[in-house]
């Protein structure tokens, strides 16, 4: 059964740093990994789509790479701001079925 | 620019009664799905749908039912709603195959009490 572990659970930075957020899931026959970002009471909007053949995706100041033999991705926010703060998601597709990540609370204080 | 609409935002039940969410897309979709997220468990998918007329059950399908007689509409009915059922409901919809981008709605926050 696959399981998708994102750590860590919560993150507290200073406005400015680059950081990393990890995903690891244990089977590596996906079709995709997707990264989410949900704001409070909200719904759940699309980052970054990573096909199973591709090593990474940018936009803006956000990068997510693959590593499909080892089970890993990674979300990189370069340049941190107060507005990035929310929880992040990331959800492997097997089949057409996503299987989500508990996510991290990101917090970017000012 | 729609998307997936979801409707109520909100809704409180007594046990027992039912209610449906309604789920609808405008990106004609063949995938459409439901999940709940609770706090510590993340989200779980309960149903999905390939197309018209064909669903199945995810993980956690047991106290709902679900029916697609339309690629536009994929709604969720709790036929005797219970206390364990308080959650936020997600609808999602997508295409079908390995490069599919998923797309969700608002949410639905119910509570039973």
Known sequence: ?110 | NAGVTQTPKFQVLKTGQSMTLQCAQDMNHEYMSWYRQDPGMGLRLIHYSVGAGITDQGEVPNGYNVSRSTTEDFPLRLLSAAPSQTSVYFCASSTLGASTEAFFGQGTRLTVV
């Open chain 1, 1 to 110: 059964k696959q399981e998708v572990t994102q750590i860590p659970a919560a993150l507290s930075v200073p406005e400015g740093e680059n950081l990393v957020l990890n995903c690891s899931f244990t089977d590596s026959a996906i079709y995709n990994l997707q990264w989410f970002r949900q704001d409070p009471g909200k719904g759940l909007t699309s980052l970054l789509l990573i096909q199973s053949s591709q090593r990474e995706q940018t936009s803006g100041r956000l990068n997510a790479s693959l590593d499909k033999s080892s089970g890993r991705s990674t979300l990189y926010i370069a340049a941190s701001q107060p507005g990035d703060s929310a929880t992040y998601l990331c959800a492997v597709n097997q089949g057409g079925k996503l299987i989500f990540g508990q996510g991290t609370e990101l917090s970017v204080k000012p």
